[in-house]
């Protein structure tokens, strides 16, 4: 190695470890690792959901957390590492779809943690909303439980939803 190509690397390498730094400091990532629902406001997008939700029924029993991300340790990680890196993404190149809205994969994390909450009223009305792609899902009739009034999540359906995602 060249005495040229060895003061390069390490310069390079504190380069990208110091924006690599600021990043994570300055976009609160450390915050994501916590069960704050307030974490979620870090982005400014989030603010009204965050507001309908101190609002709405389930504020004084259920968080962020407890509706949008599976309940076993290994599955939430993974699901905070995807959506960070969705999220990040869409922000960073702004190509996120206005109002937010969530893909069918968290939708459905959406429904398993309803019905896994209410099991003892559930259990016998809906095992197929679970295991049946088509099946109506429990935010269909109670769309304003987490969030309240329609804030770009819940509420009547909208036909401006982009395929593949869920209102």
């Known amino acids: 190695m ?3 190509a060895a003061l390069l ?3 390079l390498l504190g380069v990208l470890l110091g924006v690599g730094g600021f990043t994570l400091r300055y976009a609160e990532g450390l915050s994501y690792f916590s069960t704050n629902p307030q974490a979620c406001t870090n982005c400014h997008i989030m603010q009204p ?3 309908s939700w101190q609002k709405a029924s389930h504020h004084g029993v259920a968080t962020c957390v407890d509706c949008h991300l599976p309940h076993d340790f290994i599955g939430k ?7 960070g890196w969705h999220h990040s993404k869409g922000f960073t190149l702004q190509d996120f779809h206005e109002p937010i809205s969530m893909k069918q994969k968290n939708a459905q994390i959406v429904q398993e ?13 809906v095992y197929s909303a679970t295991h049946h792609p088509d099946a109506v899902r429990c935010v269909h ?4 439980v987490g969030h309240g009034e ?4 819940g509420g009547p359906p909208s036909n401006e939803t982009p395929e593949g995602d869920s209102p």
Request: proline share 3%; charged share 20%.
């Open 2 to 4: 060249t005495s040229r």
């Open 150 to 153: 329609r804030a770009s999540l």
């Open 141 to 144: 009739c109670h769309a304003g």
């Open 113 to 125: 943690n309803c019905l896994s909450c209410h099991e003892d009223l559930t259990e016998h009305m």
């Open 77 to 83: 990680y993974v699901a905070k590492a995807e959506n």
């Open 49 to 51: 959901q965050f507001d």
């Open 9 to 11: 690397l390490p310069v």
